[in-house]
């Protein structure tokens, strides 16, 4: 599977550090991607929005984040519907929001996406979108 550049750069920051054995870090590399701050700032911030190592993080813990890393959320859509009304998951979502950086949220997950590309692992999956949230 392709990952993109900014994925693979967000991780190696992340096995080069102190932190390498961290696990459920969605949000921690979605928003490293999403404001260019390296994987450890970002990390060490969520920890002070009370994410516990390994743990995950909550959403009022990534969308609280925003704000402290210099963006701004502007557009929330919970459940976007295509216009056929139909669901979009991550092989689709790209299509229609092919402008501006996202975070995605599916169950259990939540990935960056800039101009229509997913930078994840779950690139080209079927995982229903449940949430996106436009950071500018």
């Not at 060490?44 to 701004?72: C, H, M, S």
């Amino acid at each position: 599977i392709m990952r993109s550049y900014e994925y693979r750069k967000v991780l190696n920051e992340k096995y080069s550090s102190p932190l390498a054995e961290d696990k459920n870090d969605c949000a921690v590399v979605a928003l490293s991607i999403l404001t260019g701050r390296k994987y450890p700032k970002v990390h060490a911030l969520l920890k002070e929005l009370g994410r516990v190592d390994g743990g995950g993080t909550y959403i009022e813990q990534w969308l609280g984040a925003v704000p402290f890393l210099g963006k701004t959320l502007r557009t929330r859509v919970h459940n976007p519907r295509k216009d056929n009304g139909g669901r979009y998951t991550l092989k689709s979502i790209g299509k229609g929001y092919p402008k501006g950086k996202y975070l995605v949220r599916v169950r259990g997950h939540v990935l960056a996406m800039i101009n229509g590309e997913i930078h994840d692992w779950t690139n080209n999956r079927q995982f229903r979108v449940i949430g996106i949230f436009r950071v500018v």
